[in-house]
C-alpha cells in the first residue's frame, strides 16, 4: 500500500515519515511533499491508499484535498492533523470523510491507532479479485522468494494464498531432450508450467511433491530435492541453496545484506557496489548477493530470454569467484545507460523550468515535457537530484526574484508575477523564509552595498 504525508513544515514530513514502522501496517511506499498542490496532483497521478495531512497550508489546505478525493471518488482514507485551535476545522474535516484528526504534536501512539482504523477500512472496502495467472512469471516469482527486493514480493503477493495448497520440490534432469521438456510441462498443471527452464544440459522446475516423486522414480537421471513450501520464504531459499549450489543457508544470512532494490532509486554508486562484493569473503554470501543482481538485471527487461537468467541462478552461480565479473559488468553498463537517459531527461525538465518561471508548472506539464507519467517524473527527478521538484521550482523562482531585485527597478508585485506567483504575500512569505528579509527589504540592502 501507499501512504502520502502532507504539510508544509518540513520538519514535520520528516518527522512523521521516521515515526512509526510503516512496513508493519502494510505500507511499502511513502510519498512525501511540503507542496499542497502537488499533493493534489499526486492524488490524480498514482493510487494513494492512506493520506496524512495538515489542515491548514497555503493555496490548497487539508480540507480542500479532502474536498477534492470526496469530489473524484478516489478511495483515499484520510487522516487529518491539527492544532488545538483548529478543533472546528477538524470537525469539518471528520464530516466530509476523514477517519480521524491528531492533535499536534502527534504521539506515536495516536498515530499507530488511527493507522490501524483506516488498514481495517481499506480491508473491508476493497472486494476480492480472483487472481489473473495471465502475467505470471514463475522466474519473477522465484526471485521474489530467494532476494530481498520489495519491488517483486509486493507484485508476487497476490498469488501466495494460491500456491500454498501443495508442497513443492526442486527437480534437475541431465541430459534432457525437448520431448522431456513438453512432457513435464503438460504433466503439471497451472501455474507451475511456469516453474519450468531449460538450462544448459540440465531441466530445472519447481514443481508439486507427488510429480516430482513420480518424475524420479521414471528417470533415473533426475535428482529432487527435499519438499518445502513455495509460501514459506525460509524453506525456498534453503532448498534452493542446497539443492542447486550445495550451501547451507539460513534467515541469519539474510539479516542486514544491502538488497540492491536500493540501486532502483540509484542511492548507491557503482563503486559501492563493487566495494561492497569485494568484501564479501565466504562463497555463499558472493552467492547471495549476486543474486540481488540478477534481480536487478531481471526487474531492467522482464522480457529476456529467461533460459539465460536460469543458467545464471542454477549454474554459474555455482563458481561466483569467476561469474561474479562478469555479473558486476553486466550490471554497470546497465547502470550507466539508464543513469545517462535519466540525466538526459532531468536536464531537459530543469531547462524549461528555468525558461518558464512564470508558468504554474504542474506535474501535468512537466511531465508531458519528460515525457513521463507525471508521479512517476517527480519520483524519478527526486531521486536524480535529492530534490522534490516543487522545492526546486520554488528555489528557482526565489534565485530569479534575487537578481531582478538586484538588477531591475520592477515593482515587487510585478517581479512576483513574472516568477509565478499571483499572491503577492505568499511570494514575500517565502523569500523571507529563503533569504531571512523581505523583498524590499533584500533591495534595499543590496543598494547600501
Not at 511456469?194 to 516423486?213: D, K, M, Q, Y
Not at 543513469?339 to 524549461?352: H, P, W
Not at 512564470?358 to 506539464?365: K, Q, R
Not at 515587487?412 to 516568477?419: G, L, R, S, Y
Request: some cysteine; hydrophobic content about 35%.
Amino acid at each position: 500500500m501507499k501512504l502520502l504525508i502532507v504539510d508544509d513544515g518540513h520538519y514535520v514530513v520528516e518527522y512523521m515519515k521516521h515515526l512509526v514502522d510503516w512496513r508493519s501496517f502494510g505500507i511499502h511506499q511513502i510519498e512525501t511533499t511540503t507542496n499542497s498542490i502537488e499533493a493534489r496532483e499526486m492524488l490524480n497521478g498514482s493510487l494513494i491508499d492512506i493520506l496524512i495531512t495538515d489542515i491548514r497550508m497555503p493555496e490548497v489546505s487539508g480540507i480542500d484535498l479532502l474536498r477534492h478525493i470526496h469530489q473524484n471518488n478516489l478511495p483515499t482514507k484520510v487522516i487529518i492533523l491539527s492544532g488545538y485551535s483548529e478543533f472546528d476545522y477538524a470537525q469539518q474535516g471528520i464530516r466530509l470523510g476523514a477517519l480521524d484528526y491528531l492533535l499536534k504534536p502527534v504521539d506515536k501512539d495516536d498515530v499507530e491507532h488511527a493507522m490501524s482504523k483506516a488498514i481495517q477500512k481499506i480491508q473491508k472496502s476493497r472486494p476480492v479479485h480472483s487472481v489473473n495467472w495471465e502475467h505470471f512469471n514463475g522466474m519473477g516469482y522465484l526471485l521474489s522468494l530467494l532476494t530481498q527486493n520489495e519491488t517483486l514480493k509486493e507484485e508476487y503477493d497476490v498469488y501466495a494464498a494460491c500456491l500454498a495448497d501443495h508442497r513443492y520440490c526442486f527437480f534437475k534432469l541431465e541430459h534432457y531432450t525437448e520431448a522431456d521438456v513438453e512432457r513435464v510441462q503438460h504433466t503439471v498443471a497451472e501455474p507451475c508450467t511456469s516453474f519450468v527452464w531449460p538450462s544448459g544440459s540440465h531441466l530445472v522446475a519447481c514443481i508439486p511433491e507427488e510429480t516430482a516423486r513420480r518424475f524420479a522414480a521414471e528417470w533415473n537421471q533426475a535428482a529432487l530435492s527435499s519438499p518445502f513450501a513455495l509460501t514459506n520464504r525460509n524453506e525456498t531459499r534453503e532448498q534452493f541453496y542446497r539443492f542447486f549450489l550445495n550451501e547451507d543457508v539460513s534467515s541469519s544470512d539474510f539479516v542486514g545484506l544491502a538488497a540492491l532494490s536500493s540501486v532502483e532509486s540509484d542511492s548507491e554508486t557503482m563503486g559501492n557496489i563493487i566495494h561492497t562484493y569485494e568484501r564479501i569473503a565466504n562463497r555463499k554470501q558472493k552467492q547471495i548477493y549476486l543474486m540481488e543482481i540478477i534481480t536487478y538485471i531481471y526487474l531492467k527487461d522482464k522480457n529476456q530470454d529467461t533460459t539465460k537468467i536460469a543458467d545464471w541462478m542454477f549454474n554459474r552461480l555455482q563458481d561466483p569467484d569467476k561469474f561474479g565479473l562478469v555479473l558486476i559488468d553486466m550490471f554497470s553498463r546497465i547502470r550507466i545507460n539508464k543513469q545517462m537517459s535519466i540525466q538526459t531527461i532531468v536536464d531537459k525538465v530543469r531547462k524549461y523550468i528555468e525558461d518558464h518561471l512564470s508558468h504554474g508548472l504542474s506535474l501535468d506539464e512537466l511531465g508531458k515535457v519528460a515525457h513521463l507519467h507525471p508521479v512517476y517524473f517527480s519520483k524519478l527527478f527526486k531521486q536524480e537530484t535529492g530534490e522534490n521538484v516543487s522545492n526546486y521550482i520554488s528555489r528557482k523562482r526565489l534565485e530569479k526574484a534575487s537578481q531582478l531585485l538586484q538588477d531591475s527597478e520592477l515593482r515587487i508585485a510585478d517581479i512576483a508575477q513574472m516568477i509565478g506567483y499571483r499572491k503577492i504575500q505568499y511570494f514575500i512569505q517565502l523569500f523571507k523564509q529563503e533569504y531571512g528579509v523581505t523583498p524590499y527589504q533584500y533591495r534595499r540592502n543590496m543598494t547600501h552595498q
